[in-house]
């Protein structure tokens, strides 16, 4: 099992995120005194959605059947939800440059 301290682990995060995935475990020192233990989490736990896991918390409550179809389609006729949103976006682009 490696270690290291706060300031290694700040600076190479990445890397130890790394080894933390491929399955190792390293203890977190704070001036050679053990204070946390990063390990990977199970491979369950990764797959989880994050839908998956704000329903667990009770945040979100998951929808039961079908979208309907008609939500699906952008709304039809003239003046279309949006559609003044987007002219005014595209507009300013052209005028930025």
């Known amino acids: 099992m490696k270690s290291a301290g706060i300031a290694a682990l700040k600076t190479h995060l990445s890397r130890y995120l790394e080894q933390v995935k491929s399955g190792q475990e390293i203890i977190i020192t704070e001036r050679g005194v053990p204070v946390a233990k990063l390990v990977p989490l199970s491979s369950e736990v990764r797959r989880e959605s994050r839908r998956e896991r704000l ?12 979208v ?4 699906l389609k952008p709304p039809r006729g003239p003046q279309a939800a949006g559609r003044g949103v987007l002219e005014a976006l595209l507009a300013e682009r052209r005028d930025a440059r």
């Open 55 to 66: 329903a667990r918390a009770g945040l979100l409550q998951l929808g039961r059947g079908r």
């Open 68 to 71: 309907r179809a008609s939500l």
